[in-house]
């Protein structure tokens, strides 16, 4: 069990962090594994090359957690975060900055370029180590 009980106030799960990076220890240290999460400040720093942190314009980003019936403190609290960039700070605050890279995601035609573009760097990261 990954989790530490449940949040009334944000109608979610609480995550046992230190539970989260023992299960995941085996798979991140033979490599090749992609980490898609929200936060990433309790994640080691040796396990990733390359750090991708998602941006949303606010307007679109509101509209996106209201359709998904986020209750509205979870709501305000997600668009706040966006608009500080809490999440690309903490990820500044974790990992070189070389390796952090903000990539936009407004709209449908975002995800099939961030695939490329990352596709792209995965590509060029093995040709780089391939000796």
Not at 19 to 34: A, F, K, P
Not at 48 to 61: G, W
Request: proline residues 3%; aromatic residues 12%; negative net charge.
């Amino acid at each position: 069990q990954l989790y530490d009980g449940y949040d009334e106030e944000y109608d979610c799960p609480i995550l046992d962090e230190d539970r989260v990076v023992d299960e995941l220890e085996n798979q991140m240290s033979e490599g090749g594994v992609i980490v898609d999460y929200h936060g990433c400040d309790f994640f080691p720093e040796r396990w990733f090359h390359i750090v991708f942190v998602l941006k949303t314009d606010n307007s679109i980003l509101y509209k996106r957690l209201e359709n998904r019936g986020y209750n509205e403190k979870k709501l305000k609290d997600n668009v706040q975060c966006e608009i500080f960039q809490v999440l690309h700070e903490e990820a500044l605050a974790s990992y070189k900055e070389e390796i952090v890279h903000q990539l936009p995601s407004n709209k449908p035609e975002d995800l099939e370029d961030n695939i490329n573009q990352i596709l792209k760097w995965i590509e060029q990261w093995v040709k780089d180590h391939s000796s």
